[in-house]
């Protein structure tokens, strides 16, 4: 069973920085690309990173050059460290696993998201 895990999310101040990481299990993590999809409160769902099973990286121009993805297949895990956080980034964010090894594609599994929240 594909299990994903979101943690590191929380209250952070405007200017801040947090780091998401994502426990995969239930496949072989390294054969498979990863994304994080973040959703803001009242607010429909909006891409933020990919990653493919190589270590190719995409981002959203909102976060480019702020938020940096990676992974470490040893681990199974997935990370998504945020620098310069804005209170626009404030939203829970969800761990994605693709269909096949490279971004984009479809997302088949979705974690159960991790909440960020950047005000002051």
């Known amino acids: 069973e594909v299990q994903l895990v979101e943690s590191g999310g929380g209250l952070v101040q405007p200017g801040g920085s947090l780091r998401l990481s994502c426990a995969a299990s239930g496949f072989t993590f390294s054969n498979y690309a990863m994304s994080w999809v973040r959703q803001a409160p009242g607010k429909g769902l909006e891409w933020v990173s990919s990653?493919?099973?190589?270590?190719?990286?995409s981002y959203a121009d909102s976060v480019k050059g702020r938020f940096t993805i990676s992974r470490d297949n040893a681990k199974n895990t997935l990370y998504l460290p945020m620098n310069s956080l804005k209170p626009e980034d404030t939203a829970v964010y969800y761990c994605t696993k693709l269909l096949g090894a490279a971004a984009p594609d479809a997302m088949d599994y979705w974690g159960k998201g991790t909440l960020v929240t950047v005000s002051s």
């Open positions: 990653i493919s099973g190589g270590g190719s990286t």
